[in-house]
């Protein structure tokens, strides 16, 4: 099983997803150099194994061969896609037949109260936007679906999830 995490963040998530898939191999990719190096370090042990492979890059332009993936998770970066339709187009390109794409967001009506998540940073989330990224081209005809999620208490959230029949 072939699992690519978008925005690894630290890399906490990575080491629980490699205990989660004991035979699977991780792909990550992150914009952030500061995230690529902190988890990096945090998952050295199954980098050298061959089990966590990380790179630093764009969403849009993915390091990996077409129908090449099973899962893909993407948790709280949809808010950092400039051009959502080509993100979706390039996860689709790597998403094997069968495969799942889940999304999660924190619901815009959260994020407002955020001082950091400005207009500048962040693409505010909420049902409908998700539900159209859910419902892009090339993850029809699918089983889509978009979930009300809460992350923690007073922080609502969302989760599109596509299953490619």
């Excluded at 914009?31 to 050298?48: D, G, H, L, T, V």
């Excluded at 969403?59 to 993100?87: G, H, Q, R, T």
């Excluded at 940073?121 to 029809?140: D, I, M, N, W, Y």
């Amino acid at each position: 099983e072939v699992i690519l995490a978008f925005c690894f963040g630290p890399g906490h998530a990575l080491g629980l997803m490699t205990a989660l898939a004991p035979f699977g191999r991780i792909w990550g990719i992150d914009q952030s150099s500061i995230m690529f190096e902190q988890a990096w370090k945090r998952n050295a042990r199954a980098i050298r194994a061959g089990r966590v492979h990380l790179r630093h890059g764009r969403f849009d332009e993915l390091p990996l061969p077409a129908a090449s993936v099973d899962k893909i998770l993407a948790v709280n970066v949809i808010y950092f896609w400039m051009d959502p339709v080509k993100v979706l187009k390039e996860a689709g390109r790597v998403l094997r037949p069968g495969g799942v794409i889940s999304i999660y967001a924190t619901h815009a009506s959260a994020m407002r109260r955020w001082k950091f998540a400005t207009p500048e940073t962040h693409r505010l989330s909420h049902a409908a936007a998700l539900g159209a990224g859910a419902r892009h081209p090339r993850f029809e005809p699918c089983a889509s679906q978009v979930l009300a999620a809460r992350a923690a208490p007073g922080r609502p959230g969302l989760n599109a999830t596509n299953t490619e029949h």
